[in-house]
């Protein structure tokens, strides 16, 4: 094989390997028959949700994966594979693609990586299922209130004991 293909190859492997290391959150998923204007509708919304995707030649994804540290993705390179990054949210390629997969049956989620850790699909469809951050925050928020609400009470009852027979 020519010297400049397998140069141009191995920095293709180094970009990916790059790319791995420094997201958050991958996500590899299948993606056969979906429509060209299917396929860029979901990029548009994976963008708005800080993420991008990427359909890379499955030789060197593998490659990529192993040199990453995660070789036991290497053997779900098989096949139409895309590659969905996040470097912002850990939960947003995983949310993006899950409700995705709802409308479009033939997109699913394979194989992953969140936070360093290789994810099988029923960690990425746990993942995809939890609550958003600013839902996550006004549970929080509920339930360090009803505590103080439940005081709050008692003490109006201890101070105002008439209004409490009634």
Known sequence: MNN????RKKSQVDLLVGRIQEAK?????DYPGLSVKDFTELR???RKN???AQVYKNNIARRAVTEAGHPEMAEFFVGAKAIAFSTEDVIAPARVLYEFAKKFKTVS??????EGK???VADLNALATLPSYETLLTQLAAGMLMPVRELAIGLNMIANPEEANQ
């Open 4 to 7: 400049a293909i397998l140069e």
């Open 25 to 29: 959150t991958i996500v590899a998923f």
């Open 44 to 46: 548009i919304e994976l």
């Open 50 to 52: 800080g993420c991008d």
């Open 109 to 114: 989620m394979q194989t992953g990586i969140i």
């Open 118 to 120: 290789t994810a099988t």
